[in-house]
């Protein structure tokens, strides 16, 4: 199998390519779709089948939930058996985009979407086409990202078709994601089981603690980030201990010059000749590092670029990456989790 890459841009374009990706859902079958945070994997929701071809192609373990993904509130509240106030107020305030709210599921979705848990995570992504292809069928889409398990997630269609080109037979090319990391997953049921707990960030993302706090008018409970069992099922993706990976090994130090930086690499017994290094605010001139590229210190710049550039330093043959640890700022929280989990 040889994956068909579908253009879109142009209206007739966009629409041939989705009733060309709606056909094939509708048939039970697995597409690559573009949102404005990774590109997903897509298969009905509601298809038990169907979503096991998800879990098949990526090699992705039967205890980690996949995201439904919907085109309105209304769809949303199918999906879920509570809808609290606070969900209308972070809808209202946050979809379209880049938000997973986890709530009770109902008896239509199947287990192998939550991993067998009582809770489903939905959101109601941003990018015009997979709205479309949603609108289009008139059902959910089970999409996590479109990439092998555990490996660094796709920002537009070519990283897709080199890590799954081989296993899925259509990838609409939608341009480059625009946010560029995972949504934020926040668990609502804290609410629904004590009617006073505060809602919990499972996986953070560019919609921070703060800004949901702001929304909802309370406490807003951050996690930290940790390891998950190995077997037991996930509250939600992005809880694996290692997880959106390159192929390299990755490295994240701080440094104060580069003196400091060519001291911890002789400690930590890295040649600088074999790091590629991503680097934000101090910038070395004149170390022998294999490549040096620069995103701008600013953190919705950083999450667009950072995986592109981690696929690119895999494609160059990198044997280390070295970034620049993020500030320990709430807006970079999300780019600090991700960089943490890639570490081996």
Same mark, same amino acid.
């Not at 058996?81 to 199947?110: C, S």
């Not at 991503?278 to 995986?307: G, K, M, Q, W």
């Given at each position: 199998?040889?994956?068909?890459?579908?253009?879109?841009?142009?209206?007739?374009? &966009?629409?041939?390519?989705?009733?060309?990706?709606?056909?094939?859902?509708? !048939?039970?079958?697995?597409?690559?779709? @573009?949102?404005?945070?990774?590109?997903?994997?897509?298969?009905?929701?509601? #298809?038990?089948?169907?979503?096991? $071809?998800? =879990?098949?192609?990526?090699?992705?373990?039967?205890?980690?939930?996949?995201?439904?993904?919907?085109?309105?509130?209304?769809?949303?509240?199918? %999906?879920?058996? +509570?809808?609290?106030?606070?969900?209308?107020?972070?809808?209202?305030? =946050?979809?379209?985009?880049?938000?997973?709210?986890?709530?009770?599921?109902?008896?239509?979705? @199947? #287990?192998?979407?939550?991993?067998?848990?009582?809770?489903?995570?939905?959101?109601? *992504?941003?990018?015009?086409?997979?709205?479309?292809?949603?609108?289009?069928?008139?059902?959910?889409?089970?999409?996590?990202?479109?990439?092998?398990?555990?490996?660094?997630?796709?920002?537009? !269609?070519?990283?897709?078709?080199?890590?799954?080109?081989? $296993?899925?037979? /259509?990838?609409?090319?939608?341009?480059?994601?625009?946010?560029?990391?995972?949504?934020?997953?926040?668990?609502?049921?804290?609410?629904?089981?004590?009617?006073?707990?505060? *809602?919990?960030?499972?996986?953070?993302?560019?919609?921070?603690?703060?800004?949901?706090?702001?929304?909802?008018?309370?406490?807003?409970?951050?996690?930290?980030?940790?390891?998950?069992?190995?077997?037991?099922?996930?509250?939600?993706?992005?809880? /694996?201990?290692?997880?959106?990976?390159?192929?390299?090994?990755?490295?994240?130090?701080?440094?104060?010059?580069?003196?400091?930086?060519?001291?911890?690499?002789?400690?930590?017994?890295?040649?600088?000749?074999? %790091?590629?290094?991503?680097?934000?605010?101090?910038? *070395?001139?004149?170390?022998?590092?294999?490549?040096? %590229?620069?995103?701008?210190? +600013?953190?919705? !710049? &950083?999450?667009?670029?950072?995986?592109?550039?981690?696929?690119?330093? #895999?494609?160059?043959?990198?044997?280390?990456?070295?970034?620049?640890? *993020? @500030?320990?700022?709430?807006?970079?929280?999300?780019? !600090? #989790?991700?960089?943490?989990?890639?570490?081996?």
């Amino acid at each position: 199998m040889t994956a068909e890459i579908l253009p879109t841009h142009t209206p007739a374009l &966009f629409q041939a390519a989705v009733k060309r990706a709606a056909e094939l859902v509708r !048939a039970g079958e697995v597409v690559a779709l @573009p949102t404005e945070t990774v590109y997903g994997l897509a298969a009905n929701a509601l #298809d038990e089948k169907a979503v096991a $071809k998800i =879990f098949q192609i990526k090699g992705r373990p039967a205890n980690n939930p996949i995201i439904v993904h919907v085109a309105s509130v209304e769809m949303a509240k199918h %999906c879920v058996a +509570d809808w609290p106030a606070d969900a209308n107020k972070l809808a209202k305030a =946050f979809w379209p985009g880049p938000l997973t709210l986890v709530l009770p599921r109902t008896k239509e979705i @199947p #287990d192998i979407v939550t991993a067998g848990g009582p809770t489903v995570g939905v959101r109601w *992504p941003g990018h015009p086409l997979i709205q479309a292809v949603i609108r289009e069928c008139g059902f959910p889409l089970a999409a996590p990202s479109a990439n092998l398990s555990s490996q660094v997630s796709p920002t537009n !269609a070519g990283h897709v078709r080199k890590q799954l080109g081989g $296993k899925i037979s /259509l990838i609409i090319d939608g341009g480059q994601s625009q946010v560029g990391i995972e949504s934020t997953v926040l668990d609502l049921t804290p609410l629904l089981r004590a009617r006073t707990g505060p *809602p919990e960030i499972l996986r953070p993302g560019m919609i921070h603690a703060e800004s949901l706090a702001a929304v909802r008018g309370g406490e807003i409970q951050s996690l930290k980030s940790k390891a998950q069992g190995s077997h037991s099922p996930l509250p939600s993706p992005g809880r /694996l201990k290692r997880h959106y990976a390159p192929k390299a090994k990755l490295l994240v130090l701080n440094w104060n010059d580069e003196t400091d930086l060519k001291a911890q690499l002789a400690a930590l017994r890295v040649a600088p000749g074999t %790091c590629h290094l991503i680097a934000h605010t101090r910038i *070395p001139s004149s170390l022998p590092l294999a490549n040096v %590229c620069v995103i701008p210190h +600013d953190a919705e !710049a &950083f999450a667009r670029a950072i995986y592109a550039e981690l696929h690119r330093c #895999d494609e160059a043959g990198a044997e280390w990456i070295v970034v620049e640890a *993020p @500030p320990d700022l709430p807006e970079w929280s999300a780019i !600090a #989790d991700r960089l943490q989990r890639a570490i081996r």
